[in-house]
């Protein structure tokens, strides 16, 4: 079965800074990556995603990136606010409507103001 | 956007009763839910993908007789944790996912439930 795995576990950075998240894959079938962020006690919500088709999508101040070939993938979140701070999660699925979605461990990210 | 509720939000029950797990896609039909466990400063590992009408599929590792879902309709699934004991503790979780529109189609994550066995 797919293997995601994810780095750092946490990471602190200062406001205003960029933020780096990275995650591999093991399934070269896989072909769509989203992205979570999950505040403590709540849900993850979808923050972005990314199919296998495109090698970068951007959103504001986030944008994340895809090596096929490599198979790994990663978070950019630029201009750091302490709202950014949560646990991210990638995630990794071969994308039909009943496939499962395999998450990576998680980053707990921290913005010092 | 899409809603899923969870109910209940929070449960204490003693060890060795059977507690249910409600999940529901309040504006839109579900043709999969799936079921996640969470423990404290953990991913979310996924129990078993559940497709209306049919059987769950289960994730290995992961005791179908003792984790019991249902889906009987497009709008709701349930996780029933049978004889619980206190390792079951933990925060369930589910997600559903839109049944029309497409193959990456986003999941949506229901609220969570707290589950505490004493």
């Known amino acids: 079965g797919e293997n995601v795995e994810q780095h750092p576990s946490t990471l602190s950075v200062q406001e205003g800074d960029s933020a780096v998240i990275k995650c591999t894959y093991s399934d070269s079938a896989s072909n769509y990556f989203p992205w979570y962020k999950q505040e403590l006690g709540k849900r993850p919500q979808l923050i972005i995603d990314i199919r296998s088709n495109v090698g970068e999508k951007k959103d504001q101040r986030i944008a994340v990136t895809l090596n096929k070939t490599a198979k790994h993938f990663s978070l950019h979140i630029t201009e750091t606010q302490p709202e950014d701070s949560a646990v991210y999660f990638c995630?990794?699925?071969?994308?039909?409507?009943?496939?499962?979605?395999?998450f990576g461990t998680g980053t707990k990210l921290q913005v010092i103001p | 956007g899409a809603v899923v509720s969870q109910h209940p939000s929070r449960v204490i029950c003693k060890s060795g009763t059977s507690v249910k797990i409600e999940c529901r896609s309040l504006?839109?039909?579900?043709?999969?839910m799936f079921w996640y466990r969470q423990f404290p400063k953990q991913s979310l590992m996924l129990m078993a993908t559940s497709n209306e009408g049919s059987k769950a599929t289960y994730e290995q590792g992961v005791e179908k007789d003792k984790f019991l879902i249902n889906h009987a309709s497009l709008t709701l699934s349930t996780l029933t944790v049978t004889s619980a004991h206190p390792e079951d503790s933990s925060f369930y979780i589910c997600s559903a996912r839109d049944g029309s529109g497409g193959s990456y189609n986003e999941q949506f994550f229901g609220p969570g439930t707290r589950l505490t066995v004493l």
């Open positions: 995630a990794a699925s071969k994308g039909g409507g009943y496939q499962k979605v395999t």
């Open positions: 504006d839109f039909q579900a043709t999969t």
